[in-house]
């Protein structure tokens, strides 16, 4: 088994809302300790939302999976041990206190776009409306008409009304924040 056979994801539980300050300590420790041989990375997963709050566009980041961390490294005694010495972390996720390491396909699925801090993902768009919701429109000439929502396009943060004009269906594309639910 080569070295880089040896390095292996496990998932961590620790304190929730603390995630990057235990990261922090983790990462202090390995230095402390001289384990930088064992530990590869270390990744709390989280993505950009982009909302509407007071009329402003807010962008925030949101944990993917508050309450873990993801750390790729040898386990080992010494390295075990440098990792449940941190305050905050519980322990590692596994079977009866024996850590078990994510399998290609979970590290894939859970950590896919997360692993290159390089990359700046576009902020996800928060929208709080669903399709087939009735809603009222805000601003613009078909302001006050109420409809209900028949599309949403998540990526763009453009929802489809429809609204009666003339007793006819009409669609309206508008800003997600141009809505609100009646």
Do not use: C
């Amino acid at each position: 088994m080569s070295d880089e056979e040896d390095f292996q994801w496990y998932v961590l539980k620790v304190q929730t809302n603390r995630e990057s300050t235990i990261r922090k300590s983790l990462e202090r420790a390995i230095q402390r300790d001289a384990m930088e041989s064992y530990f590869k990375r270390i990744v709390v997963p989280t993505e950009k939302i982009s909302e509407q709050r007071g009329g402003r566009k807010v962008v925030r980041e949101q944990k993917l999976y508050p309450g873990y961390i993801f750390v790729e490294m040898r386990l080992t005694d010494d390295s075990w041990y440098t990792v449940r010495d941190i305050s905050g972390v519980g322990d590692f996720t596994g079977h009866q206190g024996k850590p078990l390491p994510m399998t290609p396909s979970d590290v894939e699925k859970m950590l896919g776009g997360h692993l290159d801090p390089g990359e700046a993902a576009a902020p996800k768009i928060r929208i709080s409306q669903r399709v087939g919701e009735t809603v009222k429109i805000k601003t613009g000439p078909f302001e006050g008409f109420s409809g209900t929502i028949d599309k949403i396009d998540e990526e763009t943060g453009v929802v489809t009304v429809v609204i009666e004009i003339f007793g006819r269906p009409t669609s309206v594309d508008l800003e997600h924040y141009n809505v609100e639910e009646v």
